[in-house]
């Protein structure tokens, strides 16, 4: 809109491509003394350089009879009309779609927002630009993804850990949770982290990713908030529908798998009422297939020696350790095995949403949304008896014949046994996660200065996992292992012994047999006021959570049997085909599931274990203030937001103790202060500052007080965790400078700091105990007066987690850089009109860290694409490097790494009608591989987990109505 005076006389350039209307009219705007700017409303305002970039309202009252005659003039030059006004004038509707149009928006989101804010857009009703949230978001700067079974699960932001990132949907904090698809993790997600790939990307339109913090929004995200948005009616101008259907085939499996989706929007009774109804549908099977080693150690780390009275030795091993014998310095591989973990998935997404507006100032809306991931896996290893050293028996023990000493002197290059016993593990498990969300949204404009906004909503997250694992152990045989020509993965032999003839296996054992459940309740109730002027916005409000997470498990029976009997020839054809430098794996015999349930070996029955199941319940209450305003200084617009924010959080952690119910409390109170400047230096470049005081609640397992242990003779409690403890706190400072170039392009540096002023740590304290667990310890049967240990009267020593003051502190810089090659036709006036439809988007990102676990220095993105409107292709690369995973780590090793891989991603699209597309995509098109690595006394790099899930490729049509 612009009054209509404004617009008379003016003569501005056609502008061709594809633009979102913002951009189109800053382009045809520049050298008039015209701006544009969007109102909180969505409106586009024209108004003059000189004059104050938010129209006075009253003002455009008063000019509306001109702003239609404007608004067709202003349209009619973009569609390439003379420059002249009508007051007739057709309205003509600007319609900008595919990728190029979602950098546009996401660039104007991030442009217009007073604090720091990365967005995702939707290119199209239901498709999102990766079919995987976490990959889509992974592609903004200062955001590093974790992989399982081949597709994206959790994010790391800013260097920070998953559980460090809090994830709203549709306004409200939920819960989402599976269990580990693959090597990678095995257990069921009962912390704060969000598991992203519980959630098909079709549900959802938007993705922002706030990265400093406002105090009107709810503290927990000490790196930072993820806010998911789902569709709703009043998104679409009347009827909207689309539906997709695509055929997904992995390079690996050789197995085609279908995704559906389906979305239907409509509105009623003059606009006052919108439906919309979507649905997503999808399966899809996935091999993980590689060699692993379950670490690497020496005898001397594990407290014992080789039998090498007679083994041949090949190179000189190094001293280093200090052992008498300098072979049992030497590293080698634990349980080395051949992997296959096999994964079918059934993934059912469903949201409805229903809008209301009886009156124009009035907004009532209700969104539910459903979700269900089902992962049935069979997984199946190979291994070796290496993890104990010593004369053969029993199961374990080995006869080393020859050891080839690597060059560096510290590990195992070859070596060959004779006596080694087969522990050949084959796992089935089932996994259901159902997510469950109803939330409902109020606005009412009470005048035109005075707002009030409510939420209530329930999210529920239920995550089920069954395991069954027996190993079936052989008769005593030859077994070698060789890296000299792969480190990866090494040639393997077992002389004539064959590991495919089940009458070898002699003896099983029940590794595990067990049910584990976790269950999530949030429960979110927000009330906001806002008062808001010209230039002066004040909101306050408060919000208030209930957050209730349950784990329980059940123990299924362990049975002797004779493994002989039950066990079937290895199920997957081309196992292991595609391993690097030529290297083959080896096939097995394996479990045979549906004998050992037909005969009653197992039951699906399982006993709860009563003393392993714990509940925390989490309760918050907050109240703010947010005052946003806005200055002109010396010509340029200051944009400023700060606040306040209280939290009082009260803790809840129970437990059933020596069949006692125990139940433990604790409250703190946190202020936490914020403020965002953001400096529009000029038309085109936005200098950004910002301070917060941030904080994240201490991860769930350090609440928990399940399955203490009590030493009375020592007066001692270990293995239990800390209600008590305060949150993490850190104080942050942002700086940015973004230059917004025309025709769509951005460059911006950023500078973060995050420097933590509270944090826990592990220590031995001596406290005494809370009443709450006398009851239990008195019930003890291993409890007796006589060790004088009454804990009403003294204390004990306990090592617990504890709060410190300081801790990590983080720091870094992100580089973003998006053009699109419209620029190009300009400077080179020759070049052909396609040349303009290039463009890229692209990112850098550096961090370091005191504490650098799950930390990648450096990551990037970089896409390159091609998009014409009709016709496209884009080609995405992600690469971060290499990053710690735990230190020290497990088996005497100082540290364990995983490989930072590069991934390469493709879509293109080829528009068959104006409503119907065909769609080609690929996900990991280059097969890249997984590994984590071993570093032994910090110097090696030993591969602990290597493996390979495929390319897949997705090929359907989608219309659009």
Same mark, same amino acid.
């Given at each position: 809109?612009?009054?209509?005076?404004?617009?008379?006389?003016?003569?501005?350039?056609?502008?061709?491509?594809?633009?979102?209307?913002?951009?189109?009219?800053?382009?045809?705007?520049?050298?008039?003394?015209?701006?544009?700017?969007?109102?909180?409303?969505?409106?586009?305002?024209?108004?003059?350089?000189?004059?104050?970039?938010?129209?006075?309202?009253?003002?455009?009252?008063?000019?509306?009879?001109?702003?239609?005659?404007?608004?067709?003039?202003?349209?009619?030059?973009?569609?390439?009309?003379?420059?002249?006004?009508?007051?007739?004038?057709?309205?003509?509707?600007?319609?900008?779609?595919?990728?190029?149009?979602?950098?546009?928006?996401?660039?104007?989101?991030?442009?217009?927002?007073?604090?720091?804010?990365?967005?995702?857009?939707?290119?199209?009703?239901?498709?999102?630009?990766?079919?995987?949230?976490?990959?889509?978001?992974?592609?903004?700067?200062?955001?590093?993804?974790?992989?399982?079974?081949?597709?994206?699960?959790?994010?790391?932001?800013?260097?920070?850990?998953?559980?460090?990132?809090?994830?709203?949907?549709?306004?409200?904090?939920?819960?989402?949770?599976?269990?580990?698809?693959?090597?990678?993790?095995?257990?069921?997600?009962?912390?704060?982290?969000?598991?992203?790939?519980?959630?098909?990307?079709?549900?959802?339109?938007?993705?922002?990713?706030?990265?400093?913090?406002?105090?009107?929004?709810?503290?927990?995200?000490?790196?930072?908030?993820?806010?998911?948005?789902?569709?709703?009616?009043?998104?679409?101008?009347?009827?909207?529908?689309?539906?997709?259907?695509?055929?997904?085939?992995?390079?690996?499996?050789?197995?085609?798998?279908?995704?559906?989706?389906?979305?239907?929007?409509?509105?009623?009774?003059?606009?006052?009422?919108?439906?919309?109804?979507?649905?997503?549908?999808?399966?899809?099977?996935?091999?993980?297939?590689?060699?692993?080693?379950?670490?690497?150690?020496?005898?001397?780390?594990?407290?014992?020696?080789?039998?090498?009275?007679?083994?041949?030795?090949?190179?000189?091993?190094?001293?280093?350790?200090?052992?008498?014998?300098?072979?049992?310095?030497?590293?080698?591989?634990?349980?080395?095995?051949?992997?296959?973990?096999?994964?079918?998935?059934?993934?059912?997404?469903?949201?409805?949403?229903?809008?209301?507006?009886?009156?124009?100032?009035?907004?009532?809306?209700?969104?539910?949304?459903?979700?269900?991931?089902?992962?049935?896996?069979?997984?199946?290893?190979?291994?070796?008896?290496?993890?104990?050293?010593?004369?053969?028996?029993?199961?374990?023990?080995?006869?080393?014949?020859?050891?080839?000493?690597?060059?560096?002197?510290?590990?195992?290059?070859?070596?060959?046994?004779?006596?080694?016993?087969?522990?050949?593990?084959?796992?089935?498990?089932?996994?259901?996660?159902?997510?469950?969300?109803?939330?409902?949204?109020?606005?009412?404009?009470?005048?035109?200065?005075?707002?009030?906004?409510?939420?209530?909503?329930?999210?529920?997250?239920?995550?089920?996992?069954?395991?069954?694992?027996?190993?079936?152990?052989?008769?005593?045989?030859?077994?070698?292992?060789?890296?000299?020509?792969?480190?990866?993965?090494?040639?393997?032999?077992?002389?004539?012994?064959?590991?495919?003839?089940?009458?070898?296996?002699?003896?099983?054992?029940?590794?595990?047999?067990?049910?584990?459940?976790?269950?999530?309740?949030?429960?979110?109730?927000?009330?906001?006021?806002?008062?808001?002027?010209?230039?002066?916005?004040?909101?306050?409000?408060?919000?208030?959570?209930?957050?209730?997470?349950?784990?329980?498990?059940?123990?299924?029976?362990?049975?002797?049997?004779?493994?002989?009997?039950?066990?079937?020839?290895?199920?997957?054809?081309?196992?292991?085909?595609?391993?690097?430098?030529?290297?083959?794996?080896?096939?097995?015999?394996?479990?045979?599931?549906?004998?050992?349930?037909?005969?009653? #070996?197992?039951?699906?029955?399982?006993?709860?274990?009563?003393?392993?199941?714990?509940?925390?319940?989490?309760?918050?209450?907050?109240?703010?203030?947010?005052?946003?305003?806005?200055?002109?200084?010396?010509?340029?617009?200051?944009?400023?937001?700060?606040?306040?924010?209280?939290?009082?959080?009260?803790?809840?952690?129970?437990?059933?103790?020596?069949?006692?119910?125990?139940?433990?409390?604790?409250?703190?109170?946190?202020?936490?202060?914020?403020?965002?400047?953001?400096?529009?230096?000029?038309?085109?470049?936005?200098?950004?500052?910002?301070?917060?005081?941030?904080?994240?609640?201490?991860?769930?397992?350090?609440?928990?007080?399940?399955?203490?242990?009590?030493?009375?003779?020592?007066?001692?409690?270990?293995?239990?965790?800390?209600?008590?403890?305060?949150?993490?706190?850190?104080?942050?400072?942002?700086?940015?400078?973004?230059?917004?170039?025309?025709?769509?392009?951005?460059?911006?540096?950023?500078?973060?700091?995050?420097?933590?002023?509270?944090?826990?740590?592990?220590?031995?304290?001596?406290?005494?105990?809370?009443?709450?667990?006398?009851?239990?310890?008195?019930?003890?049967?291993?409890?007796?007066?006589?060790?004088?240990?009454?804990?009403?009267?003294?204390?004990?020593?306990?090592? #617990?987690?504890?709060?410190?003051?300081?801790?990590?502190?983080?720091?870094?810089?992100?580089? #973003?850089?998006?053009?699109?090659?419209?620029?190009?036709?300009?400077?080179?006036?020759?070049?052909?009109?396609?040349?303009?439809?290039?463009?890229?988007?692209?990112?850098?990102?550096?961090?370091?860290?005191?504490?650098?676990?799950?930390?990648?220095?450096?990551?990037?993105?970089?896409?390159?694409?091609?998009?014409?409107?009709?016709?496209?292709?884009?080609?995405?690369?992600?690469?971060?490097?290499?990053?710690?995973?735990?230190?020290?780590?497990?088996?005497?090793?100082?540290?364990?790494?995983?490989?930072?891989?590069?991934?390469?991603?493709?879509?293109?699209?080829?528009?068959?009608?104006?409503?119907?597309?065909?769609?080609?995509?690929?996900?990991?098109?280059?097969?890249?591989?997984?590994?984590?690595?071993?570093?032994?006394?910090?110097?090696?790099?030993?591969?602990?987990?290597?493996?390979?899930?495929?390319?897949?490729?997705?090929?359907?049509?989608?219309?659009?109505?």
């Amino acid at each position: 809109m612009a009054r209509g005076d404004l617009l008379r006389s003016v003569v501005t350039p056609a502008v061709q491509g594809n633009y979102e209307a913002i951009a189109a009219l800053e382009l045809m705007l520049k050298g008039t003394g015209l701006t544009v700017s969007r109102t909180a409303d969505g409106v586009l305002m024209i108004s003059p350089l000189e004059t104050n970039r938010r129209e006075d309202q009253e003002g455009m009252s008063h000019g509306l009879r001109n702003s239609t005659s404007a608004l067709a003039l202003v349209l009619g030059i973009i569609a390439g009309a003379p420059a002249h006004a009508q007051d007739n004038e057709t309205l003509e509707t600007v319609t900008v779609t595919g990728f190029r149009a979602t950098l546009q928006e996401a660039r104007d989101i991030k442009r217009k927002a007073v604090n720091e804010v990365e967005s995702i857009v939707a290119e199209d009703i239901g498709k999102m630009p990766d079919l995987n949230l976490a990959e889509s978001i992974q592609r903004l700067p200062g955001v590093a993804m974790t992989r399982e079974g081949g597709e994206g699960r959790n994010i790391t932001l800013r260097g920070f850990s998953p559980d460090f990132t809090r994830t709203t949907l549709n306004g409200m904090e939920v819960p989402a949770s599976s269990d580990g698809l693959d090597s990678g993790g095995v257990t069921v997600n009962a912390g704060r982290t969000f598991d992203f790939h519980v959630f098909a990307a079709e549900l959802f339109n938007r993705v922002d990713v706030q990265k400093t913090q406002r105090a009107s929004m709810e503290e927990g995200g000490m790196a930072g908030t993820v806010d998911l948005y789902s569709a709703k009616p009043f998104d679409f101008s009347g009827t909207a529908a689309s539906i997709s259907a695509e055929e997904g085939y992995n390079t690996m499996t050789g197995i085609a798998d279908p995704r559906l989706t389906v979305m239907v929007s409509d509105t009623f009774f003059h606009d006052k009422l919108g439906i919309l109804l979507s649905a997503a549908v999808s399966r899809r099977t996935v091999h993980q297939e590689g060699w692993g080693s379950v670490r690497w150690t020496s005898p001397f780390a594990n407290g014992d020696s080789w039998d090498d009275a007679k083994t041949k030795v090949t190179g000189t091993p190094s001293t280093y350790c200090g052992a008498k014998d300098a072979l049992n310095c030497v590293y080698s591989p634990n349980l080395p095995r051949a992997d296959f973990f096999g994964n079918k998935q059934k993934r059912l997404g469903l949201t409805a949403s229903v809008q209301y507006r009886p009156v124009e100032s009035v907004e009532i809306s209700f969104d539910a949304l459903h979700s269900e991931l089902d992962n049935d896996r069979q997984n199946y290893n190979s291994m070796e008896w290496l993890l104990t050293h010593g004369p053969a028996g029993n199961f374990t023990g080995q006869t080393p014949l020859s050891f080839t000493i690597d060059p560096n002197g510290k590990q195992l290059q070859a070596a060959s046994f004779d006596n080694v016993t087969s522990w050949y593990e084959s796992r089935l498990q089932t996994s259901v996660s159902q997510f469950n969300q109803y939330v409902m949204n109020a606005k009412w404009n009470a005048t035109d200065k005075v707002t009030f906004e409510s939420l209530i909503g329930l999210a529920t997250d239920n995550a089920n996992r069954t395991e069954l694992r027996p190993y079936y152990r052989s008769i005593p045989h030859p077994f070698s292992f060789d890296f000299t020509n792969n480190s990866y993965v090494p040639a393997v032999s077992y002389g004539s012994y064959d590991p495919n003839r089940g009458s070898n296996y002699i003896d099983a054992i029940t590794g595990a047999h067990r049910n584990n459940n976790v269950g999530k309740e949030n429960f979110t109730a927000k009330q906001d006021v806002t008062y808001k002027t010209d230039t002066l916005t004040i909101q306050a409000g408060f919000d208030y959570n209930d957050r209730e997470v349950r784990y329980a498990e059940g123990q299924g029976n362990s049975a002797a049997f004779n493994p002989s009997k039950y066990t079937k020839a290895f199920p997957i054809k081309g196992f292991g085909d595609d391993m690097p430098g030529g290297a083959k794996l080896w096939t097995w015999a394996v479990a045979d599931f549906d004998a050992l349930y037909r005969d009653g #070996i197992y039951t699906n029955v399982y006993t709860p274990s009563i003393d392993k199941g714990w509940t925390v319940d989490e309760r918050t209450l907050a109240g703010f203030i947010e005052i946003a305003n806005e200055f002109e200084i010396g010509g340029m617009r200051l944009r400023t937001d700060t606040g306040m924010r209280y939290v009082q959080t009260n803790v809840k952690s129970s437990a059933v103790l020596a069949g006692t119910p125990v139940t433990v409390s604790h409250s703190y109170d946190s202020y936490l202060p914020s403020m965002n400047l953001a400096l529009d230096v000029t038309d085109d470049v936005v200098a950004r500052f910002a301070f917060a005081r941030s904080m994240a609640r201490p991860g769930l397992n350090s609440l928990n007080i399940a399955g203490p242990t009590f030493g009375y003779t020592t007066r001692s409690v270990g293995n239990i965790g800390n209600p008590d403890l305060k949150p993490y706190e850190s104080n942050d400072i942002d700086l940015s400078v973004e230059w917004y170039m025309g025709k769509g392009g951005l460059f911006a540096v950023g500078l973060f700091n995050k420097e933590m002023v509270s944090s826990l740590t592990t220590q031995v304290v001596q406290k005494m105990v809370d009443p709450a667990y006398w009851p239990a310890m008195y019930a003890d049967p291993q409890y007796d007066p006589s060790f004088n240990a009454d804990p009403a009267k003294v204390p004990y020593t306990f090592t #617990i987690p504890v709060n410190r003051e300081g801790g990590n502190h983080v720091q870094g810089v992100e580089v #973003i850089f998006n053009q699109p090659f419209t620029f190009l036709t300009d400077w080179v006036p020759s070049l052909p009109g396609w040349v303009s439809n290039f463009g890229v988007a692209s990112n850098y990102t550096y961090v370091s860290a005191q504490d650098s676990t799950g930390l990648s220095p450096n990551s990037y993105n970089f896409t390159f694409y091609y998009d014409s409107g009709d016709y496209g292709v884009r080609l995405s690369v992600n690469k971060r490097d290499n990053y710690l995973l735990s230190e020290p780590g497990g088996n005497g090793n100082a540290q364990e790494y995983k490989y930072g891989p590069t991934h390469m991603d493709l879509a293109a699209f080829y528009n068959l009608t104006d409503h119907l597309t065909l769609r080609l995509e690929g996900i990991n098109i280059t097969n890249e591989l997984e590994r984590i690595y071993d570093t032994g006394d910090g110097t090696m790099n030993t591969t602990r987990e290597f493996s390979k899930t495929g390319a897949e490729w997705f090929l359907g049509v989608r219309y659009r109505y």
